[in-house]
């Protein structure tokens, strides 16, 4: 199937327009988004996404749109485990709540360029040179060993300290306070950056490692450059939304890194049998195709949402999910009643407080395994519990 230059350029702008919607109508003025907001318009892009791979089926056939489901969704996934990345970035540099919609939706076009000039190189490679299959197979496994390897030993790396920050640190005076959503400030005279412009170079820092894992682990799904664009563009947008809604429940979803490990593997193995199958290789069978079984695109969609949707109940429903969302709502509710205003209702803060205990009662029969695990820090988790039931037996006094 051949995709004309006609339904390229109707896409790109459409994409465009998607984007300059964003920005001037919820970006533009700095605001922290509700969680109506948020959902809505998370729902509408999910929407578009969907109903695009509906225009694919109409336009190229069953083939091309179950190609785009599959990338759509793998992409989506990965998406999601980008947000925690962005997320230590943030809380890293401070970046004021409100301020973070565009810091978001910056990250999310130079996601998008960054992945474009990866897709147009690889798709290029590819036509080429059919043995770049093997080097896109050993990456993605190579990257699920790593996932693994993360969750094992449990190492963490300053995201929000890459190498684009240091250099950005050395080549420009910076300081160390934000001057509203203002990329640069003036100082003694002198135009000095800010942290805004900081975090976003190391967004974009962050963006072009993650291009590296994506892309060949969609070209692992399909060989067509507009098929891999289309999934991975409509897979970033409403990241921003996306971020807003599911902010607190990030964190629940504590068996994602082995999900997404679990498909990084398989594709890396699919492409692998696709290597062998175009092999052209004089020192694998003198060059000649190996005839192995290939893993057609139904099942590896079959693959990817069932090992989703298992990584999903896992987090949430496990003892060590259950744990995690009890010691996540005590500290939530705990700190829901120490913002509550001077003049809140009694009767709102017994309710409150009656939660607060409930799940704080709860919260005493978890293992101590899993306590030690999931809380950072146990005198500030006490300390917070303690000063919010000191803050309630104040007022009812």
């Known amino acids: 199937m051949y995709i004309t230059g006609l339904q390229w350029g109707v896409t790109i702008a459409f994409i465009l327009g998607l984007l300059a919607y964003d920005f001037f109508f919820h970006v ?13 318009w998370s729902a509408v892009y ?14 190229d056939g069953p083939q091309f749109a179950a190609e785009y ?29 409100a301020d973070q919609q565009k810091v978001l939706l910056f990250g999310i076009i130079f996601a998008i360029i960054a992945r474009t000039i990866f897709i147009l190189l690889g798709a290029a490679a590819i036509e080429r040179w059919s043995w770049v299959f093997y080097l896109f197979g050993l990456i ?4 699920a060993g790593n996932l693994i390897k993360g969750e094992i030993t449990d190492t963490e790396e300053d995201e929000a300290n890459n190498f684009m920050v240091r250099l950005a640190k050395k080549l420009f005076h910076t300081v160390d306070y934000y001057d509203g959503d203002k990329l640069f400030t003036v100082v003694n005279g002198k135009k000095v950056m800010t942290p805004m412009l900081l975090v976003m170079v190391a967004i974009g820092g962050t963006d072009i490692l993650f291009a590296l894992d994506s892309i060949p682990a969609i070209f692992g799904l399909t060989q067509e450059a507009y098929i891999v664009f289309t999934a991975t563009a409509f897979s970033l947008m409403g990241l921003r939304q996306l971020y807003f809604l599911i902010d607190g429940l990030l964190d629940r979803l504590i068996y994602l890194s082995w999900g997404l490990s679990i498909i990084l593997a398989f594709i890396g193995v699919k492409l692998l049998l696709h290597a062998l199958h175009e092999n052209t290789l004089g020192f694998i069978n003198d060059g000649q195709p190996v005839h192995v079984f290939e893993i057609e695109i139904h099942q590896s969609l079959i693959v990817i949402v069932g090992v989703l949707v298992i990584t999903v109940l896992a987090s949430l429903y496990s003892p060590k999910g259950k744990a995690l969302g009890t010691i996540q709502r005590v500290q939530t509710l705990s700190q829901k009643y120490l913002d509550l205003p001077a003049d809140a209702s009694p009767e709102e803060r017994a309710k409150i407080q009656s939660q607060l205990e409930e799940a704080t009662a709860k919260s005493r029969e978890i293992p101590q395994k899993y306590r030690d695990e999931l809380i950072e820090s146990e005198t500030e988790y006490q300390d917070l519990v303690a000063r919010a039931r000191g803050e309630h037996e104040t007022h009812m006094s």
């Not at 993605?140 to 990257?143: C, D, F, K, N």
């Open 69 to 97: 489901y599959g990338g759509y969704i793998t992409e989506k996934a990965l998406s999601v485990d980008n947000l925690f990345v962005f997320l230590i970035i943030m809380a890293s540099f401070k970046v004021p709540r």
């Open 46 to 59: 999910v929407g578009l996404a969907l109903a695009f791979g509906l225009v694919i089926l109409w336009w």
């Open 28 to 40: 533009r003025k700095a605001h922290e988004p509700t969680i109506k907001e948020a959902a809505v």
């Open 140 to 143: 993605l496994i190579y990257t």
